[in-house]
């Protein structure tokens, strides 16, 4: 957004923010939510190159295929030991994931 539309809002009595603003969040729960998002985001990179099926990476992991599809869209119902035990599964290493939390460093 640019500054001239920030001032004009703010002008107007609206409150400027993010997500966390609006929900709340803590410094450590929006970590953590953006954390999530970029396993669900890699995990589906990595079975698209892999060339595997949802369904493919269910049986791998014991799951199913509508599970594989929470855990790629970042429903809040998937935990972490789940996500990366499918990323482990499709060939993942440690250093993959190091690299989908914090890419570029």
């Known amino acids: 957004m640019d500054a001239a539309k920030r001032q004009r809002l703010e002008a ?3 409150s400027i ?3 966390s603003d609006f929900l709340g969040l803590s410094p450590e ?3 953590y939510i953006e954390l999530k998002l970029a396993l669900s985001k890699r995990l589906k990179q990595l079975r698209l190159s892999k060339q595997l099926s949802q369904e493919a990476l269910a049986q791998r992991i014991k799951s199913s295929q509508s599970r594989v599809a929470k855990m790629e869209a970042g ?3 998937v935990s972490l030991d789940l996500l990366v035990r499918a990323l482990l599964s499709t ?3 440690a250093q993959d994931l190091a690299e989908a939390i914090a890419p570029g460093k």
């Open 91 to 93: 060939g993942a290493t």
């Open 17 to 19: 923010g993010d997500a």
């Open 75 to 77: 429903d809040p119902s």
């Open 29 to 31: 729960e929006a970590t």
């Open 12 to 14: 107007a009595g609206w």
